[in-house]
């Protein structure tokens, strides 16, 4: 019987982004050296998650970042080892983590000329159910002549030169996407220890009849919300069928899916979040970004393009519509109609 043939042309994370650092001749390796820093941290939080109820991390620490949310134990180790690895990475000036309020000034690296905006475990409040938890980050290269202050940082997404997430599932995936480039998907080979490329060039489906969204905040959504979501439950063609729903309740996770199958994720603003609940920084930009190179779209509650919205502060929220090109069209073509019969 023939022999399977064995795949030894292995394309990890390392040999792939020493492979992107080629392509730019005026290079200097600190973006690679900075990438692997983020590798480390990924495959360190991968490392706790998979042992938190082994070692009772499972739970709250008893304290509460700075929006108020409650603390996991894994939120604060998670954000310990992100901070860590970007500080000695060397190559890291700015750092605006969800769990720090303000943003960190690694002094240590004056010469550094990145900020990375990260949210180290998104999803934490499913953890102790054994929901897929990620880590979602965005890097921006800052000016030349940097003087380090946090408010380098409140850019556009467009200003992002990378982002992507992972999440930490039967085993832990990464999507990485660069400005101008494809989007990326890695698995982590546990064995091996390294992030693997097996979702090479990554593309949206254009269109698919699956929308993800918590139907508990519907009392609260605006009028152009309600009859979106109304029209893929209740279509008006009778030969149509009403879209499927899912929800996970983690970004990452129904962000993955979304990518995979399609469909549209959305966390509109509404009566209750008048700004949305998902941060612009480091929740919604960098996947902005992912949604977009993979063929996708995303916006906001304004139905403006989410990557050029530049917030005011490094906590500030948005409401978010994002997936597959046709059906955030659908969104941008009901909320048109709705404003026009107002
Ligand atoms: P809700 C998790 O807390 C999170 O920040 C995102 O990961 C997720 O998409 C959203 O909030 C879920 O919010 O209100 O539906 O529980």
């Given at each position: 019987?023939?022999?399977?043939?064995?795949?030894?042309?292995?394309?990890?994370?390392?040999?792939?982004?020493?492979?992107?650092?080629?392509?730019?001749?005026?290079?200097?390796?600190?973006?690679?050296?900075?990438?692997?820093?983020?590798?480390?941290?990924?495959?360190?939080?991968?490392?706790?998650?998979?042992?938190?109820?082994?070692?009772?991390?499972?739970?709250?620490?008893?304290?509460?970042?700075?929006?108020g949310?409650?603390?996991?134990?894994?939120?604060?180790?998670?954000?310990?080892?992100?901070?860590?690895?970007?500080?000695?990475?060397?190559?890291?000036?700015?750092?605006?983590?969800?769990?720090?309020?303000?943003?960190?000034?690694?002094?240590e690296?004056?010469?550094?000329?990145?900020?990375?905006?990260?949210d180290?475990?998104?999803?934490?409040?499913?953890?102790?159910?054994?929901?897929?938890?990620?880590?979602?980050?965005?890097?921006?290269?800052?000016?030349?002549?940097?003087?380090?202050?946090?408010?380098?940082?409140?850019?556009?997404?467009?200003?992002?030169?990378?982002?992507?997430?992972?999440?930490?599932?039967?085993?832990?995936?990464?999507v990485?996407?660069?400005?101008?480039?494809?989007?990326?998907?890695?698995?982590?080979?546990?064995?091996?220890?390294?992030?693997?490329?097996t979702?090479?060039?990554?593309?949206?489906?254009?269109?698919?009849?699956?929308?993800?969204?918590?139907?508990?905040?519907?009392?609260?959504?605006?009028?152009?919300?309600?009859?979106?979501?109304d029209?893929?439950?209740?279509?008006?063609?009778?030969?149509?069928?009403?879209?499927?729903?899912?929800?996970?309740?983690?970004?990452?996770?129904?962000?993955?899916?979304?990518?995979?199958?399609?469909?549209?994720?959305?966390?509109?603003?509404?009566?209750?979040?008048?700004?949305?609940?998902?941060?612009?920084?480091?929740?919604?930009?960098?996947?902005?970004?992912?949604?977009?190179?993979?063929?996708?779209?995303?916006?906001?509650?304004?139905?403006?393009?989410?990557?050029?919205?530049?917030?005011?502060?490094?906590?500030?929220?948005?409401?978010?519509?994002?997936?597959?090109?046709?059906?955030?069209?659908?969104?941008?073509?009901?909320?048109?109609?709705?404003?026009?019969s107002?």
């Amino acid at each position: 019987m023939a022999q399977e043939k064995i795949n030894t042309d292995i394309v990890t994370l390392t040999r792939f982004l020493t492979e992107e650092q080629t392509k730019h001749k005026e290079a200097t390796g600190d973006f690679t050296l900075l990438c692997h820093a983020l590798q480390f941290s990924f495959k360190s939080i991968a490392y706790y998650i998979r042992r938190a109820t082994l070692i009772n991390l499972t739970g709250l620490a008893g304290s509460s970042n700075t929006t108020g949310d409650e603390q996991k134990k894994l939120d604060v180790i998670g954000n310990d080892l992100f901070v860590a690895a970007m500080r000695t990475s060397g190559k890291c000036r700015l750092l605006v983590s969800e769990e720090e309020e303000h943003c960190i000034v690694f002094d240590e690296n004056p010469k550094a000329r990145y900020a990375v905006v990260c949210d180290p475990i998104d999803g934490s409040s499913n953890l102790d159910a054994g929901v897929s938890v990620g880590t979602i980050f965005g890097i921006f290269r800052l000016a030349e002549g940097s003087q380090g202050k946090q408010e380098e940082v409140l850019l556009p997404g467009t200003e992002l030169v990378a982002s992507g997430f992972t999440m930490y599932g039967a085993s832990a995936q990464l999507v990485l996407t660069m400005k101008g480039g494809s989007v990326n998907g890695f698995t982590m080979d546990n064995a091996l220890g390294e992030f693997i490329l097996t979702h090479p060039d990554m593309r949206l489906p254009k269109s698919r009849a699956i929308y993800s969204v918590n139907e508990g905040n519907s009392l609260y959504w605006e009028k152009p919300v309600k009859e979106y979501f109304d029209s893929l439950k209740y279509p008006l063609e009778a030969s149509a069928k009403p879209y499927s729903a899912r929800y996970i309740g983690s970004m990452v996770a129904d962000a993955y899916r979304t990518l995979l199958y399609g469909g549209i994720f959305a966390y509109p603003a509404d009566k209750k979040s008048p700004k949305g609940k998902l941060r612009i920084l480091y929740e919604c930009a960098p996947m902005a970004m992912v949604f977009e190179n993979a063929g996708g779209q995303a916006v906001n509650s304004r139905m403006e393009r989410m990557l050029s919205i530049v917030p005011e502060h490094i906590h500030d929220r948005s409401g978010i519509f994002m997936g597959s090109y046709d059906e955030v069209q659908r969104v941008i073509e009901t909320h048109k109609n709705a404003l026009k019969s107002a």
